[in-house]
């Protein structure tokens, strides 16, 4: 395990994508995106991308420095196509567009297509939040079969996340962040990288066997190799029986069949689509009765008694909130085959070895 300062990962992983063609604003732009995901916990949806990121981009999956476009545009209502730009980039002008919509009318709609990955949902629920808006987030990954449905072994479905912002005043906002499977693909990268071992019985194998060996997804790897989920003769399991199953297919057809991004399909191109709605809860309550609920009902959340192991009970945002405290003060930890793909892709793209070595200083 390594731990690397969390400016001197930024800095590194955006050098990394400014040899990778990104002007030097993009390259920060994912450079803070993606540790920002590290600082929360979510390290499934970090730096650890950064070599599957390259790839794409080497592929042309995913285009350096496009600029998103409102291909529909109403008062309450608009359609971004991300022309296949990274998600860091073009997301942000499509939450943009739903929050300066969602202030003067009180509610928007705003369907995001052909978006490279937008990494963790968190973050966009997070900037509508900070502009004082709920909302709520649906999401495809066109050509990424990963999930076998309730019921299945063969993969039909993407990790379909779903993710739902409510903002508070003077505290960090309550943010439910979640893919609809029982882990998210990210989450067997890093245990194939030497991480967090998955759960018992997330994945599942082409004959029904349940298992938590990434192998099943992935097929054989190297430890500092490309990972590649269209090997493997297994899926992951939706999470929650019928009720993850079911809300994945509406994420796919929502996030990805109503934007224009297409549900899922083994023939089409990697792209994120996300339909997003905004409120503005000083519209629906003028009186502020909102806020001061849900500190009531917060509260009525966290007395109750814990179950035995258990030290509290958490509400969403609780664990990002502790993990991006510990982790901004320490740093931030990376397993050894993460760090040692990461370092490979920095060379491959040209990145000098006065940088690698700037990094873990």
């Known amino acids: 395990m390594v731990t690397i300062k969390v400016d001197n990962l930024i800095n590194f992983v955006a050098e990394v994508f400014s040899h990778a063609e990104s002007s030097p604003e993009e390259a920060r732009r994912i450079a803070t995106y993606l540790t920002t995901a590290n600082l929360t916990g979510h390290d499934s949806h970090g730096v650890i991308r950064v070599p599957v990121y390259i790839r794409w981009k080497k592929m042309g999956s995913v285009v350096p420095n496009q600029t998103a476009e409102v291909v529909v545009d109403t008062p309450s209502l608009a359609v971004v196509d991300g022309k296949f730009g990274y998600g860091q980039t073009v997301a942000p002008v499509a939450v943009k567009v739903g929050i300066e919509k969602c202030k003067k009318a009180g509610l928007a709609a705003v369907a995001l297509r052909n978006a490279g990955h937008i990494g963790r949902v968190g973050d966009w629920a997070e900037m509508a939040a900070a502009a004082g808006l709920v909302s709520v987030h649906f999401v495809n990954a066109a050509g990424s079969l990963l999930v076998a449905p309730f019921g299945g072994v063969e993969k039909r479905l993407s990790t379909a996340p779903y993710c739902v912002g409510i903002p508070r005043q003077g505290q960090d906002p309550i943010v439910l962040d979640f893919a609809t499977s029982i882990v998210a693909e990210g989450k067997v990268l890093v245990a194939s990288r030497g991480g967090k071992k998955l759960p018992v019985g997330a994945l599942v194998d ?49 996030g990805g069949a109503l934007t224009g991004t297409g549900a899922t399909a083994p023939d089409r191109r990697f792209a994120n689509g996300m339909l997003a709605f905004y409120v503005d809860p000083k519209v629906v309550d003028p009186a502020n009765f909102f806020d001061g609920e849900i500190s009531r009902y917060v509260d009525f959340i966290r007395e109750t008694k814990p179950i035995a192991g258990t030290d509290s009970v958490l509400i969403p945002g609780d664990p990002e909130k502790k ?39």
């Open 206 to 254: 082409s004959d029904g066997t349940l298992s938590e060996d990434p192998h099943v997804l992935y097929g054989p790897y190297t430890p500092d190799g490309p990972r590649d989920h269209t090997k493997g003769t297994g899926a992951i399991r939706a999470f929650g029986e019928h009720k993850g199953s079911g809300l994945a297919v509406i994420c796919e057809l929502l």
């Open 323 to 361: 993990t991006r405290a510990e982790r901004t003060k320490n740093g931030i930890p990376l397993p050894d085959d993460t760090w040692a793909a990461i370092v490979n892709t920095a060379r491959e793209v040209g990145v000098s070895e006065v940088s690698i070595q700037r990094a873990t200083s």
